[in-house]
Structure formats: C-alpha cells, structure tokens
C-alpha cells in the first residue's frame, strides 16, 4: 500500500533562517513523483515543488529544494531563507503509477510558523 | 496564466439536499481529479477522469457522482447530503504530456446544516 508519513505536526522557524520539512515514503511502484504543496490559511493549495523517482537531481525551484533520498525513501522539503509569508500548511504528496491510475495521496501535513 | 476554475466558492446546504460544484481545467489539461478536505484533514481523493473517462476512484460515497464532459470541465454531484459531506473540495487538473504536477483550484466550501 502507498502511505505518505509527516512527522512534525507544526514546526517554527525563525525568519531569514532555513528549515526543512520531513516527508518519508512507501510505495512498491518503481516509477512515482513526489510532490509538495502549501496550503495558507486562505485554504488555495499552491504547487511548490516535483521530484520524479527517476531524477537524479534534486529538485529546485527558488528558495525551494527537495532533498531527495531515494533509498531511504525520504523526499524533504528545505525552505532557505524563511520569509513571514512562508507560514502555512505543507502537504507532502505522491502519485505512483499503479495500473494507469494517477490519484495522489496526502501525508497529513505540517504547519510552519515562521516568527520575525 | 489561466488557473482551475471552480464554482460555487462557497455553499450551503440542508441535510438531504442536493449539490453541484463544477470545475474547469487549466487549457489544454486531459485530466481532472476531485478532492475532499475535512476540517484538520489532509486531501482525501475521491474520484478522476481522463480524456472524460474516469480513470481512478477514491474514497467517494456512493451517493456522490461525477463526470467529465466534452470541453473537459467536471462536476461532482452530491445527493443526501450529510452532516460530515461539510469540508473543503478541491479539484486539480493536470496534464499526461508533462510531469503530471496536479494543479489546483481555490475550492468550493460546502457546509451541510
């Protein structure tokens, strides 16, 4: 069974400082991509960031980076430089190929609150 | 750039009424899925379609139905509605010729008094 696993429910951080969000996971598929969104307070999902089980590279997209450790089947989100519109829910993701369905499962979240 | 659409953003119903909420797909995008958030919760799917076939299903009551028509636009059909159908829904739309990133819509709130 694929299971998305958050470990910290909330998280603080303070401004200016990066933090790093964990996310494991468990699937037997060999081909699946790793998401993350943020969801603000307003309640709009935002894609942040996609890694695919095949990618060598991490993932980056700004001051976003997924560490991505492939064996441990870990795919951490890093936040550098924390902004005070950084605090939100942050949802980890995946979807695996599984006889040609793409539904996506949620972990079950974790709150960053940054402090200035 | 153009985002999903959905409508209505919020809704409120009795038990046992009815509910429509409809959703429209970034251009060009093949595939929509359909999500429940609960108050706390995170996403739970509930149904998708792709090229208007419905391609996987979730954790979607029996009483709920969707679909997919021409122009690609879905609408999730509530019936009987319950005390706990009151979350947040979401649809996303993604597209097969890239990465597949699901993107979402802003939701549509539905409280059942």
């Known amino acids: 069974a694929q299971k998305i696993t958050q470990t910290q429910p909330g998280m603080f951080v303070q401004e200016k400082e990066a933090v790093t969000l964990d996310c494991t996971y468990d699937?037997?598929?060999?081909?699946?991509?790793l998401f993350w969104y943020k969801q603000p307070s307003s309640g709009e999902m935002i894609f942040l960031i996609y890694q695919g089980s095949y990618d060598e590279q991490n993932a980056t997209e700004g001051r976003y980076s997924l560490n991505f450790q492939k064996a441990r089947k870990s795919a951490n989100l890093v936040i550098s430089a924390s902004q005070l519109g950084d605090s939100a829910m942050y949802f980890c993701?995946?979807?695996?190929?599984?006889?040609?369905?793409?539904?996506?499962?949620f972990g079950a979240g974790t709150r960053l609150f940054v402090k200035a | 750039a153009a985002g999903v659409i959905q409508s209505p953003r919020h809704l409120i119903k009795e038990k046992r009424e009815t509910a429509t909420l409809k959703c429209y797909p970034i251009p060009r995008h093949d595939t929509v899925y359909w999500y429940q958030q609960g108050p706390g919760q995170d996403p739970q799917f509930l149904i998708s379609f792709y090229e208007k076939m419905q391609s996987d299903k979730g954790s979607i009551p029996d009483r709920f139905s969707a679909q997919q028509f021409s122009d690609y636009h879905s609408e999730l059909n509530m019936s009987s509605l319950e005390l706990g159908d009151s979350a947040l829904y979401f649809c996303?739309?993604?597209?097969?010729?890239?990465?597949?990133?699901?993107?979402f819509g802003p939701g549509t709130r539905l409280l059942v008094l």
């Open positions: 699937t037997s598929d060999q081909s699946y991509g």
């Open positions: 996303a739309s993604s597209s097969r010729t890239v990465q597949e990133t699901q993107y």
């Open positions: 993701a995946m979807r695996a190929d599984n006889t040609g369905g793409f539904k996506t499962i």
